[in-house]
């Protein structure tokens, strides 16, 4: 099995910053694509960037200037940093991984559980 766990949801005033980490572990012999979505109450969930192993990141419109997606493929890592941050990017985020548990095996989605980001003053 493998298992994504994120961290560094928390409050913060508008304008301000949050790194959020995601790691996965388990059963893994490499990982594809990994992403964040985020959703907010009575929303649907919304890609918020992603980034395949070696390639370029991409964004959403609402968040291009102010999220950058960056990887850490040693440590089955990726990370978002969220600044100038707004109270309209207050949801929850997700993270997933597309996950190849074996070589020449097929690739799955995972996903974690979510972190509570809340940007207020």
Do not use: H
Request: glycine share 12%.
């Amino acid at each position: 099995q493998v298992q994504l766990v994120e961290s560094g949801g928390g409050l913060v005033q508008p304008g301000g910053s949050l790194r959020l980490s995601c790691v996965a572990s388990g059963s893994i012999f490499s990982i594809n694509a990994m992403g964040w979505y985020r959703q907010a109450p009575g929303k649907q969930r919304e890609l918020v960037a992603a980034i395949a192993n070696g390639g370029r990141p991409n964004y959403a419109d609402s968040v291009k200037g102010r999220f950058t997606i960056s990887r850490d493929n040693a440590k089955n890592t990726v990370y978002l940093q969220m600044d100038s941050l707004k109270p309209e990017d207050t949801a929850v985020y997700y993270c997933n991984a597309d996950v190849q548990q074996r070589l020449g095996g097929p690739t799955y989605t995972y996903w974690g559980q979510g972190t509570q980001v809340t940007v207020s003053s």
